[in-house]
């Protein structure tokens, strides 16, 4: 079951046990869970603060679990799932097996293989008694996927561990290409023009013939999924990549073989001048690019986006700490901030070149507070992502709006345009997004500090 069925299901499951007929705040306990499963972290964590007294255990624990999560503290996260397992065996139904493979995969990211044999025998246990009563293909299945997983498991274990090592000093790198964090890195010790992408959920993300280029010796290819989206690739491991002073040891990486311009049609292709923008996106995607787990292993990132340098902060920063103002759900990057005082939670995709997306459907909620420029004419969008592509976009932009990120007003041009258009978004969390020149809007100088979960104006 993939994670956004689970989350449905754990938030029926956890709802059916609360009775909202009789008093307002079971009410709130409800919407809590509803929020919590929807990975409305922020949201989720206002209600919390007003009803923590009367909200269930059950609840609670699994309220601290999405909290450590989106705080990306995984080890605390698992324990305070392992915990609601333990406490209430029921909770989960028939899809506790779901949970013994998120706690099993979990503890295999963190190289806590002892816990993965452990978890492993219990979920066989699980399916051997078969307490819920799984019909005969459903049960044939889970017993299949965890075996495979933990032959995969097996694989895994078998090869060198996750490292990182930082030289003592802090030494920037120069962005080359400050449009889409561009800059040069070593690959097993080839040099390759690279992209830094918080919108990609992978360590690393590779074309075939990149990965031939830095001698990944490519394997049978499988059918697997790249930010939601299913396409034929494999996992393989690079030994060590080398940004500044940092270098990545045996970081996993997906190689793929995707060409935009094979989605298009022929007549878009016949239009040479959209044909030349995709062809540019196409380009950009030839480069190997360093997802979000590779930064959260980084920790922190420093952007001159005036000087076009990129650090890597040996030491904490000598900002006081303060409230996070970013999250992760998913293995996906968010940020909330207001738009026309209104909350709204963007995935921050430093791999978008725009300012704001807003999807459609959060638009037509609060409309009557998001006036629209209609003076302005506007030619629709063409849109290439390694989503795939989406053309003639029709969409609408938002007149002159306020935007407030971090206890701030963030200074709005006319450049800075907040479009709205149906995103087909695959995933649950987001009102849209969040692109890298919105995060050159907030200051000269900013910090990606991923220790502590927040997005930082220096300069």
Not at 357 to 383: A, C, G, H, R
Request: glycine share 4%; net charge neutral; aromatic share 10%.
């Amino acid at each position: 079951m993939n994670m956004e069925k689970l989350i449905r299901l754990i938030a029926t499951i956890l709802v059916s046990l609360i009775d909202c007929g009789a008093y307002s705040q079971n009410c709130r306990i409800e919407t809590l869970t509803n929020l919590l499963n929807e990975g409305r972290y922020f949201e989720a964590k206002d209600l919390y603060n007003e009803i923590s007294d009367s909200v269930p255990l059950n609840i609670a624990s699994y309220y601290k679990f999405r909290m450590a999560e989106g705080m990306n503290r995984k080890d605390i996260a698992v324990n305070e799932l392992e915990k609601s397992l333990s406490s209430y065996p029921d909770l989960f139904g028939n899809e506790t097996i779901d949970i013994y493979s998120l706690l099993f995969n979990t503890y295999r990211n963190l190289g806590k293989y002892e816990k993965v044999i452990s978890f492993y025998k219990l979920a066989r246990e699980h399916l051997k008694k078969n307490p819920y009563n799984l019909n005969k293909e459903e049960l044939a299945l889970r017993k299949k996927n965890l075996e495979e997983a933990f032959s995969y498991f097996k694989e895994v274990s078998s090869q060198p561990s996750i490292k990182i090592h930082r030289k003592t000093t802090n030494e920037s790198i120069n962005m080359e290409d400050s449009l889409m964090l561009g800059f040069k890195a070593k690959f097993n010790g080839v040099p390759q023009m690279t992209i830094l992408d918080t919108g990609v959920d992978s360590y690393i993300l590779m074309k075939k013939k990149t990965a031939k280029t830095i001698g990944i010796r490519l394997k049978n290819e499988t059918k697997g999924t790249l930010n939601g989206v299913e396409m034929m690739g494999e996992e393989n491991i690079v030994d060590s990549i080398e940004i500044g002073n940092i270098t990545l040891y045996n970081i996993p990486v997906i190689i793929y073989d995707f060409d935009l311009t094979s989605c298009l049609s022929d007549s878009i292709r016949k239009d040479s001048s959209t044909m030349e923008r995709f062809k540019i996106a196409d380009k950009y995607l030839e480069n190997p690019i360093i997802g979000l787990p590779s930064m959260l292993l980084i920790g922190k990132i420093e952007i001159d986006w005036e000087n076009k340098n990129i650090f890597f902060p040996y030491k904490n920063s000598n900002i006081l700490r303060k409230d996070n103002n970013l999250f992760v759900f998913n293995n996906m990057l968010y940020a909330r901030l207001k738009i026309n005082r209104i909350p709204f939670t963007g995935l921050l995709d430093s791999g978008s070149d725009d300012y704001i997306n807003m999807d459609t459907i959060f638009y037509q909620k609060y409309q009557k507070e998001i006036p629209i420029d209609t003076t302005t004419v506007k030619e629709k969008l063409n849109i290439a992502s390694v989503h795939g592509v989406q053309l003639d976009v029709k969409y609408m932009v938002v007149d002159n709006p306020i935007i407030e990120f971090s206890e701030r007003t963030v200074r709005h041009t006319d450049k800075h345009n907040i479009q709205i258009y149906p995103m087909s978004l695959p995933y649950l969390v987001s009102d849209g997004v969040l692109g890298i020149n919105f995060m050159k809007s907030i200051g000269r100088k900013m910090l990606l500090d991923f220790d502590n979960m927040r997005l930082e104006t220096i300069e």
